[in-house]
């Protein structure tokens, strides 16, 4: 349990190095190593803190499995934030459309030939018909 | 301080604010408890900012720059 916590640490900081590189090159400012540590401290934190909030929407609406409405929730608090939110929500409804059609017209092409390249939809929304 | 609760005065205003919201059983006896955390968050905060500035006495820029702040805590 605890080395799976470690890990899970260094992956954070590992993204958040390389984001704060972007940034550091974007803007053309130096960020020390403590800085980056202390901001994938705090992420893992606010992760924490998102996990145990989306978990109560969830239970909120009699459901145990966390949809995007629930992160819509999550991210009320600033109305900037909202917006980018349901504008990726959006995108991501609109390929899974997209994805599901053409699942289609391969499943009517090949009559049920399955191809190996054929990638999964990361994340499932359910909710596609609602945006 | 008061120990009632000015329940349909709290009725009253939150029917102004969402005419077709219905509230149910006791929760505005709850809206009430917020309201009064919310209270105390905003006198604590404004008299650090008093401190702070070695004054007193809370004056109006202490209040209003400590709602700023605590009303954006406050978000649901």
């Known amino acids: 349990m605890d080395i799976e916590d470690q890990r899970l640490k260094a992956a954070f900081h590992y993204t958040v190095a390389c984001l704060c590189e972007e940034v550091a090159e974007d803007k053309n400012i130096k960020i020390s190593k403590q800085t980056i540590a202390a901001i994938s401290e705090i992420t893992f934190r606010q992760c924490e803190m998102f996990a145990k909030d989306l978990e109560m929407f969830a239970k909120h609406g009699k459901r145990s499995t966390i949809n995007v409405e629930d992160v819509k929730l999550l991210a009320r608090r600033s109305n900037s934030l909202l917006r980018y939110i349901t504008q990726k929500s959006d995108e991501l409804s609109l390929n899974n459309l997209e994805q599901k059609e053409k699942k289609k017209k391969k499943s009517a092409a090949k009559k049920g030939g399955r191809d190996s390249n054929e990638e999964p939809v990361a994340i499932e929304n359910e909710d596609s018909n609602m945006a | 301080m008061k120990r009632t609760v ?27 408890l917020n309201f009064l955390l919310f209270l105390f968050r905003l006198a604590e905060e ?31």
């Open chain 2, 46 to 76: 404004a008299r650090t900012k008093a401190i702070e500035e070695k004054s007193k006495i809370i004056k109006y820029e202490h209040v209003v720059s400590s709602a700023k702040i605590i009303l954006k805590k406050s978000r649901g």
């Open chain 2, 6 to 32: 000015p329940r349909s005065t709290l009725k009253n205003l939150l029917k102004k604010h969402k005419p077709q919201l219905r509230l149910g059983g006791n929760a505005d006896l709850l809206v009430h």
